[in-house]
């Protein structure tokens, strides 16, 4: 990445979760590298519970616990990003950096490439014994009694723009936040300081807007009838252009589908934002409440006005630990009678289980996403008197004990011939339980750091 403060940085977004579309990174490549411009890709591949699956995971195998699709996101793109400068950042470290590293270096042997700089981010996890009496003072009685799975702070930009600045081709990151994916290159390429507050506001409003992959352009912002996007099986993600006082526009790859306008503009940016007037990052608090959403072109708008203020003495910290067992089971009812059906089916499992706790019991496609963790709608007579043709009943139980959560598997699989009449495509599922609570640590308590693995 050419350090030239006056050309302006382009980052391009390839994923926006863990389990996003492995293709979409190669069009934005293409139009980085078309650019001419100082440019980085990234890759933001976790969620709030990603990590504790990761954990999960690398119980079962050491070498495991990093982005499960990493290889089919690089692919395609890494041989194209080291030849022409384009810099990846990414949290698909997720709980095994280190593991990450070595398999892009792995890759990067079969595909006949000079090892790449990679660059590990170090400190978020907070899972070990040592950091117990931190998430004690900061839990209190909150603190789990069952076994701790994951612990990650939310760390931000400054360890990435220092590895960058040293050269990094690659950063692989853990737990850090989302927009400091973004606003780490940022800093690395026009050198701001660390309390320029507005500057930084406005880079992390620019990684906001691109955290979430493809909702920026109209994937998640799509509803035919009411707001038509064209192109959704070829949907292309976004890049944002961040000039020297943090300022953002927004675009995509030529020819890809999708749009970009001040309504999905506007959407994202509101994504998930608590308070507009402060929203919190490890790096700075940025106001939203004056900024301008403006089109300066086809697919591309551009956000200004934002303001910062002073980061937080704090940093969020998420801990999942272990909460027993999930256990479901689906069976399908169809024709004449199927919600009656359905409903004496749910009434025959809450009998059949009652004792074990509550059960969550869902007709869907009659009473699923309205109804809630009680069931009392099962009590109550059909809403409507249509007799609807197609219903499928879903019921949930959660429970620490293993053997006590696998009843509802064997009850619903039962519902084939105990009856009512007509059931069919039974699915159960039985999978461990994880809770999750969060907490506040004192910023110095987390040694942030990063190391270079050539």
């Not at 050198?191 to 620019?206: K, V």
Request: glycine content about 10%; overall charge negative; aromatic content about 4%.
């Amino acid at each position: 990445m050419p350090n030239d403060q006056k050309t302006n940085l382009l980052v391009g977004c390839a994923a926006g979760f863990s389990g996003d579309r492995t293709d979409a990174a190669l069009p934005v490549v293409q139009a980085l590298i078309a650019s001419g411009q100082p440019a980085v890709l990234i890759f933001e591949t976790l969620a709030e519970r990603t990590l504790a699956l990761a954990q999960l995971a690398r119980r079962t195998d050491p070498n495991a616990g990093y982005e499960p699709l990493l290889v089919d996101l690089l692919r395609h793109v890494l041989a194209q990003c080291l030849a022409h400068g384009v810099r990846i950042v990414s949290n698909f470290g997720a709980a095994n950096p280190h593991g990450a590293a070595r398999r892009i270096h792995a890759l990067a042997t079969e595909l006949g490439l000079a090892r790449p700089r990679i660059a590990v981010l170090q400190g978020d996890d907070l899972s070990g014994p040592e950091h117990r009496a931190l998430l004690q003072g900061a839990l209190g009685s909150a603190m789990p009694t069952e076994p701790i799975v994951s612990a990650n702070a939310y760390i931000g930009a400054q360890a990435i723009a220092d590895a960058l600045r040293e050269g990094a081709d690659i950063v692989v990151c853990g737990r850090v936040a989302d927009p400091s994916l973004v606003l780490g290159p940022a800093l690395a390429h026009y050198g701001w300081a660390l309390d320029d507050w507005d500057r930084l506001a406005r880079a992390t409003m620019a990684g906001h807007l691109l955290e979430c992959g493809a909702q920026v352009t109209g994937g998640y912002f799509a509803d035919p009838g009411y707001k038509d996007v064209q192109g959704l099986a070829q949907l292309g993600y976004p890049i944002a252009e961040i000039d020297a006082d943090g300022h953002c526009t927004i675009t995509k790859p030529p020819g890809t589908g999708g749009c970009i306008t001040e309504r999905t503009v506007k959407e994202q940016l509101l994504y998930e934002l608590h308070d507009p007037a402060a929203y919190l990052t490890p790096d700075v608090v940025a106001d939203i409440t004056t900024a301008r959403v403006t089109t300066v072109g086809a697919d591309a708008v551009r956000l200004e006005g934002v303001q910062g203020h002073a980061r937080p003495a704090t940093l969020k910290v998420n801990v999942c630990f272990e909460s027993g067992w999930f256990a479901e089971g689906e069976i399908s009812y169809a024709g004449p009678r199927a919600e009656a059906r359905a409903r004496l089916a749910g009434e025959v499992l809450r009998e059949r289980l009652q004792g074990l706790g509550p059960l969550r019991i869902d007709l869907i496609g009659v009473t699923s996403i309205f109804g809630d963790d009680t069931s009392r709608w099962l009590d109550a007579p059909a809403s409507d008197s249509r007799d609807t043709r197609d219903v499928r009943l879903r019921v949930a139980l959660q429970h620490r004990d293993h053997a006590s959560a696998q009843r509802l598997v064997r009850e619903v699989t039962a519902l084939y011939t105990c009856g009512p009449a007509g059931g069919g495509g039974v699915r159960t599922a039985m999978r461990p339980r994880l809770g999750t609570v969060s907490c506040l640590v004192p910023r110095e308590a987390v040694a942030v750091r990063f190391e270079m693995v050539d």
